[in-house]
């Protein structure tokens, strides 16, 4: 990954976290919300009548309009990530990321994860996020590079469905045949809004709401405060 000096774009996107999204909760902080959330939310399993309800719903949960994104994968697969303005509507951007999915699961327990996806693309004739070649980095180590799906795939597209009702969550989805989860074991999802921040044409970043930041005017302070996001997601194309 080059250094930030390089990559101006991405400072002004980091910025954003540092500036305005300090914890208030010192040693407690680390991890602690991202984790918390998935228990106030029910796991969906592959016996869990929740999926097939979740996925009538015919308008989407979210009433702002906050960005959702989706990391899902077979546990001995490679970890997807597909960004939607709108539930029912197809991805924005999908991508088959060059991280296998239980490495994700690692680096999400140590409570802090930032994707950084690069674009070398010297043109600026398409929009950012409809680059196709991206070099792909994980809490400052590259994975590799990935192209972005011009199409969903038929096992993608069921996945993203299935969870069409669903806003916010994580755990574990039905497969969708019994060969897949015997070839590639359980499939996972995690769930979660994030709002866009749009720093130029050639840089865009997602951080995810924290369900702990509420919206009330007084706050809650201490361990259970979390305000800085654990997932930051970057998008940037490089001149």
């Not at 546990?75 to 991280?99: V, Y």
């Not at 070099?135 to 993203?160: H, M, P, T």
């Not at 996972?188 to 997602?206: H, I, L, N, P, Q």
């Not at 702990?212 to 998008?235: K, M, Q, R, W, Y």
Request: aromatic share 8%.
């Amino acid at each position: 990954m080059p250094p930030l000096s390089d990559a101006p774009a991405l400072i002004s996107l980091l910025r954003h976290t540092t500036d305005g999204r300090r914890s208030k909760s010192g040693s407690h902080s680390h991890g602690t919300g991202f984790f918390k959330m998935f228990k106030l939310l029910p796991m969906l399993s592959s016996g869990c009548k929740m999926v097939a309800l979740l996925g009538r719903h015919n308008r989407p949960l979210l009433t702002d309009r906050a960005t959702t994104i989706t990391l899902f994968g077979h546990r001995k697969g490679r970890l997807l990530l597909a960004i939607q303005e709108d539930t029912r509507s197809p991805p924005i951007f999908l991508i088959e990321l060059p991280m296998q999915t239980t490495f994700f699961h690692k680096e999400m327990s140590s409570g802090l994860v930032k994707l950084v996806l690069e674009s070398e693309t010297r043109t600026h004739k398409r929009k950012l996020v409809e680059e196709f070649v991206w070099a792909v980095y994980c809490n400052g180590r590259k994975s590799g590079y990935s192209i972005r799906r011009k199409e969903q795939s038929d096992s993608e597209r069921y996945v993203l469905q299935l969870l069409r009702g669903v806003s916010m969550g994580a755990g574990v989805l039905p497969c969708a045949s019994e060969k897949d989860a015997a070839l590639d074991g359980e499939l996972t999802y995690m769930r979660a809004r994030f709002e866009r921040v749009v720093g130029s044409k050639d840089s865009e970043a997602f951080y995810m709401i924290n369900p702990n930041d509420g919206g009330g005017t007084g706050g809650g302070t201490g361990a259970n405060c979390v305000e800085a996001p654990e997932l930051s997601i970057f998008l940037v194309r490089v001149k």
